[in-house]
């Protein structure tokens, strides 16, 4: 694969893209803010796993967002019921509940 484009640009282009802050991405991630910093200014490489945290969540592949001429979008998901039912609840809630729903899921992941 060929690099075309510098991650931290495409990082960039993105948050304007989501709407997103620097602060909003890294809570999503739970990445440090300082270190986020870094990878916007191209100080920084980010490992393959912040990579893959941050095309989550800004719903691109994680091969574009480094750089590569790959298509933009991840490849589908198949959900299960529960899944969707899931996102169908959590899209309706404002962001301050998304926010806390959030914290409790990955919370519980942890234990």
Sequence with gaps: MEKVEEFADRLKAQLVEKGLT????????????SLLSKYL???KNPKIENIRRMASVLYV???WLEGYNVEKTPKPVQLSPLENDM????????AEDKYLIL???KNKARN
């Design 41 to 43: 200014h191209g100080t």
């Design 103 to 105: 914290e409790y899921i």
């Design 61 to 63: 592949s994680p091969e």
């Design 22 to 33: 620097a602060s909003d991405l890294a809570r999503l991630t739970n990445i440090d803010r």
């Design 87 to 94: 996102i169908v609840s959590f899209r309706s809630c404002d």
